[in-house]
């Protein structure tokens, strides 16, 4: 057997392990994404063969959440991408100021920053009162952050300059509090948020909602995981309502494609039809 085929052999043994021991499923993650990761992650164990790992998965619950950890983990920060953000004040805050009630799911929300951006948002457009924000992860160790809101002042120079890009109306200051080297976000962003842990892969629609943010997951996925976690947001939302991606993310090509309209392209932002914007096709 070649090396890339025992290779090949030894992950797909080792994801198997981990589906049985904890139920997370990462067979249908990119395989090239899943390889680096793994690789990454086992680098401080000198094992000479990944499959070396298999036995720690069964029998070690320190080592299972440390690769668990490492393998689901994401890069976010507060306004990541000002330009998305002042889209959503654009384009999606006037949708949702037409519902009575909203509900927004961030899928993978990872440490929170994407939950307390939106927060902020809300809060500034007079619409946190009336908003229920469900921020759910697979990674427990990032939920315990993200339900905290707790992080190192080093980045809070970038924060605040995307914060003003993203259209700020007030300083970014007025949302947190510091302390030594680190800051806490102001408990009143997190009053409305339900922070719990979720699988994009095995769970099912848990609520009816009128915005999804699920940026820079899908790029993890492959093809049949990315169609079935979009058909899963496009039964989660209510008619009218938007789904949020990331910017190497598309539903072009996609399952549910036609069922959205797009808002804007290029920050990948879409719409949910309704029979408002539903043009039927002549044959």
């Not at 499923?25 to 990761?37: G, K, V």
């Not at 080093?154 to 924060?159: M, Q, T």
């Amino acid at each position: 057997m070649e090396a890339k085929e025992a290779e090949d052999l030894e992950i797909e043994l080792l994801l198997e392990a981990l589906r049985q021991r904890c139920g997370f499923d990462f067979q249908h993650y990119s395989q090239a994404s899943l390889r680096r990761r793994l690789r990454h992650s086992l680098l401080p164990f000198n094992f000479e063969h990944i499959s070396e790992a298999i036995p720690r998965i069964i029998h070690d619950r320190t080592f299972l959440d440390k690769l668990i950890y490492t393998l689901s983990v994401t890069v976010t920060e507060l306004f990541r991408d000002p330009p998305f953000y002042r889209k959503v004040r654009e384009k999606v805050i006037p949708i949702l100021k037409t519902f009575p009630f909203i509900n927004i799911w961030h899928a993978g929300c990872a440490t929170g920053e994407e939950v307390y951006s939106m927060a902020i948002i809300l809060k500034e457009e007079g619409l946190l009162d009336r908003a229920r924000i469900y921020a759910t992860d697979i990674n427990g160790k990032s939920l315990e952050q993200a339900r905290e809101g707790i992080y190192s002042i080093e980045n809070l120079r970038d924060y605040t300059k995307n914060y003003q890009k993203a259209g700020g109306k007030l300083s970014l200051s007025d949302y947190y509090h510091s302390k030594y080297d680190l800051v806490r976000m102001d408990p009143e962003l997190k009053e409305n948020v339900v922070f719990a842990n979720y699988n994009l892969v095995t769970d099912n629609v848990f609520t009816e909602v009128h915005l999804v943010f699920c940026r820079n997951v899908l790029i993890y996925f492959d093809r049949t995981l990315q169609d079935r976690v979009l058909n899963l947001f496009h039964d989660s939302l209510v008619r009218g309502g938007v789904l949020c991606l990331g910017t190497k993310e598309s539903i072009g090509f996609s399952d549910v494609s036609g069922k959205f309209t797009t808002l804007s392209d290029h920050l990948k932002i879409y719409q949910k039809r309704s029979q408002l914007y539903y043009t039927p096709s002549h044959g």
